[in-house]
């Protein structure tokens, strides 16, 4: 069965669409459809593998030999190597795949929420992953956005990392601009009249973008202690894994570059929400319990 897995007609189309790309165009979701499907063979053949083991040891005739099964893990991998030109990646290099999300989550790229049902993307290693680990799922149109770089950015990971958190201050940076736009038009529109439902209606758009901006903080720190310390963590066998420290310097000044414009940031958001007795400003998040104010 493990051995007709990978032999049969369907997963010979899949290699042959997956070979093939560069003289057909082939939509987004079918190629989405192909990992998830390669996901699924990955697993079977993980399981099957696993029960080939209690096998081996129990009995003395095995159904299958350690070479065979080493070569459908190859044949795997290489197709995983090549589903990585066609869809985008994760930050450690694997391919995404997507799930209707079963509960709401964060999108760590633009940062809006997902509601549930919402197809949202997330790294195919699953727990082998740090990023998988610190909540890194995507929202459909983020990767929409990084379909159209992935030539670009998919064969390094300090590029990888560097470039998503550059654009995921600019979404938010944006997002701040049109915030600070709709709020002038709506006072150009009304003037006096209904001032308290706008401010209320202001207030809460503002509260929303400090949890974006608070959000997108603590995901750009987890990134940098990951970054520092990546040698011998990423699993897409890039070339440019080994840290080299002779680059310290260039890499901190472009941590200090990214942090004063992300500073600059905060401080359009600061005006604009209440603060904390230290300074920071408030964010709004649903209590799992009572509290008294």
């Known amino acids: 069965a493990m051995q007709m897995a990978l032999t049969t007609p369907s997963t010979t189309v899949v290699v042959a669409a997956a070979a093939g790309a560069v003289a057909v165009a082939v939509a987004d ?21 696993y029960t080939h083991w209690l096998h081996h040891i129990l009995s003395t005739h095995a159904c299958l030999d350690n070479e065979e099964t080493y070569a459908m893990k190859v044949t795997l991998n290489a197709l995983g190597e090549c ?14 795949i997507y799930v209707q999300s079963p509960y709401e989550l964060d999108c760590k790229h633009c940062f809006k929420e997902l509601k549930e049902n919402d197809k949202t993307y997330f790294c195919k290693s699953r727990d082998d992953c740090q990023h ?7 929202c459909e149109d983020c990767v929409k ?3 159209r770089v992935r030539t670009t950015y998919n064969n390094n990971v300090a590029l990888r990392i560097k ?8 979404i938010l940076q944006d997002c701040v601009s049109e915030l600070r736009q709709k709020q002038l038009q709506l006072q150009l529109q009304n003037g006096d009249d209904g001032g308290d439902i706008n401010d209320a209606e202001d207030g809460k758009r503002w509260l929303k973008m400090a949890y974006k901006v608070d959000q997108c903080r603590q995901h750009a720190d987890k990134l940098k202690l990951i970054l520092h310390g990546r040698a011998g963590h990423d699993n897409d066998g890039d070339d440019d894994d ?4 002779d680059d310290d310097e ?14 600059r940031l905060v401080s359009e958001v600061k005006v604009r929400v209440p603060l904390c007795l230290c300074g920071a400003f ?11 104010c």
């Open 282 to 292: 408030f964010v709004h998040e649903p209590t799992p319990i009572d509290f008294r």
């Open 163 to 170: 470039w998503r958190l550059s654009r995921s201050a600019q």
């Open 242 to 245: 080994k840290y080299d420290a």
């Open 145 to 147: 956005e990084l379909r």
């Open 83 to 96: 589903f990585k030109q066609h869809v985008p990646v994760c930050l450690c290099g694997d391919v995404f």
């Open 250 to 263: 260039e890499e901190e000044e472009w941590w200090n570059t990214f942090n004063a414009n992300f500073d």
């Open 29 to 49: 979701d079918v190629w989405d459809s192909l990992v998830l499907r390669y996901d699924n063979c990955e697993q079977y053949i993980q399981k099957c593998t």
């Open 132 to 138: 998988w680990n610190n909540s890194y799922y995507l």
